[in-house]
């Protein structure tokens, strides 16, 4: 009887190890616009691994084109979250994403209007993961240049 359920035990865990990986070998298709990327972001809902292989899948230099006049306030804050998850290990593309959303059309006036806990959300990850002593000097500059639009003084 024990061996028969440790093999039961065995093949449950064989099969939930082929799962997983189907799931990480998943292609994520990088979305063309911004209902796109908000309904594949929300499918993705808690999992923050693949909300982020989204966002990476992206060229950072398409971010203003995806969208254009359609980025919300948690929407990008969830972009901003994702970014603080790989900005230790892929630096360079972290910054260019910040760099782009910059560019897009209302990332001004989204940024005005934030409410005081989502910008207090948005200057707790600034100051815990962009504005960090290890940062690479190469980096350095242009996220100071950057923190002064993505966290205005008030």
Known sequence: MQEARGASVQELASRAA???????????TPPNSAYQFEVSLRGFF???AR???????????ALPQIFKNALTVPILLDIIKCVA???VEKMDLAVNC???LTKV????????????SDNADLVK??????DNEATPIEYAETLDNLHTKYCPKR
Do not use: C, Y
């Open 105 to 116: 059309p209302r990332f001004d006036t989204l940024i005005m209007f934030l409410s005081s």
């Open 98 to 100: 910040l760099e782009n």
């Open 125 to 130: 990850i600034w100051d815990e993961v962009f």
């Open 18 to 28: 082929s799962r997983v990986k189907a799931v990480a070998a998943e292609k994520i």
């Open 85 to 87: 998850t790989f900005f």
């Open 46 to 48: 808690g999992d923050n």
């Open 51 to 61: 909300q982020t292989s989204l966002l990476k899948a992206i060229s950072p230099s």
